[in-house]
């Protein structure tokens, strides 16, 4: 009964490497997010999927790609990475519209 | 866009109530949501409220929901060390939640 798995938990990047976030959860929920969290922002949703083979775009999307090809997984893909994506990543997932979110333990990346 | 609000800091002393308090713009919202962050972790799901209460109670926590004036407050009774943590008030906008900035609760002995 893992919940919501991240990995890795710590990265740092250098400017304009690209890599993956991974996001995997085992509740057969149909809907994952991406949160990204910076100091005093609150959480800004990057990308979201309502099931598989469906995304959209949240708040934030820009820099950053996602794909659902399976219900467990949801990965967050950095194109190119830059200075202004270094924080703390977030991943969610819930049954649906209206119930809670059950979120990963987070991602801390630094972009240098 | 939606946007929910908070004060960023609070300090109690252990043993008083905390109270947290939330606004957030989306009438139509069904749900309203509180959540923990303790550090290094991810949110944690406290509570929740649906929108045609007025109030719900769960142990040490009370949530009062005031939808004339689309205000939310969490408070917590005999405040423990334990509690300190980052509190973020949450409403439901379409599919998605939208988050207020997190109110930082220091608990101090």
């Known amino acids: 009964n893992a919940g919501v798995t991240q990995t890795p938990k710590f990265q740092v990047l250098k400017t304009g490497q690209s890599m993956t976030l991974q996001c995997a959860q085992d509740m057969n929920h149909e809907y994952m997010s991406w949160y990204r969290q910076d100091p005093g922002m609150g959480l800004r949703l990057i990308h979201y999927?309502?099931?598989?083979?469906?995304?959209d775009q949240g708040e934030v999307p820009n820099g950053y790609n996602v794909s659902r090809s399976t219900t467990e997984d949801f990965p967050l893909r950095l194109l190119s990475a830059a200075p202004s994506q270094t924080s703390v990543y977030f991943c969610?997932?819930?049954?649906?519209?209206?119930?809670?979110?059950?979120f990963g333990s987070g991602t801390r990346l630094t972009v240098v | 866009g939606e946007d929910v609000e908070q004060s960023l800091f609070l300090s109690v002393r252990e043993g008083d109530s905390s109270v947290i308090n939330c606004t957030y713009t989306d009438s139509s919202s069904t749900y309203l949501y509180w959540y923990k962050q303790e550090p290094g972790a991810g949110l944690q799901l406290l509570t929740y409220?649906?929108?045609?209460?007025d109030m719900k109670q769960d142990q040490r926590l009370t949530v009062l929901l005031n939808k004339k004036d689309k205000h939310l407050s969490l408070r917590i009774a005999d405040t423990q060390t334990g509690d300190s943590a980052i509190y973020f008030c949450a409403e439901i906008y379409g599919q998605n939640f939208v988050f207020g900035p997190g109110t930082r609760l220091s608990v101090l002995p």
């Open positions: 409220i649906f929108s045609n209460m």
């Open positions: 969610a997932s819930s049954y649906g519209t209206g119930k809670g979110y059950t």
């Open positions: 999927s309502v099931g598989a083979g469906i995304t």
